[in-house]
């Protein structure tokens, strides 16, 4: 195939409409935007919330609780996802990221004692759980809180 053979398929490209061109094009006197109403002025725009004056889905849903805007959220890794790691070596987020058990550095971790650990590991995070703290400290390793 060379640069002078490529075209553009039949039905892909569509013809643009012109409004506003005289009455024998078909789209002229108000321009495909019918007779009256707020859609028909220019400069006009509705937001999508919008329902016509009747009350907004939003504000017909009831509300309950509160949601705390300042709650931490921790990444959530388990002594399980641990066993990827070799011998004696120093588990931190980035580390964790490398691995692919998280999948961001900027929030906190926290590990959790979901699963077992059999080799001893240096594991840094922002938070541990008392189980997987137990649990690594078991197995010969260290439990170091980061911040």
Partial sequence: MKLGEIHVPAGATKKRKIVGRGPGSGHGKTSTRGQKG?????????????????????????????????????????????????ENSIVTPEELLKEGIIKNTKDPVKILGGGEISKPLTVKANAFSAGAAGKIQKAGGKAEIVK
């Fill in 38 to 86: 707020q859609k028909s002025r220019s400069g006009a725009h509705i937001h999508p919330e919008f329902e016509g004056g009747q009350m907004p889905l939003i504000r017909r849903i009831p509300k309950r609780g509160f949601i705390n805007r300042f709650k931490k959220k921790f990444l959530i890794v388990n002594l399980s996802d641990l066993s990827s790691f070799k």
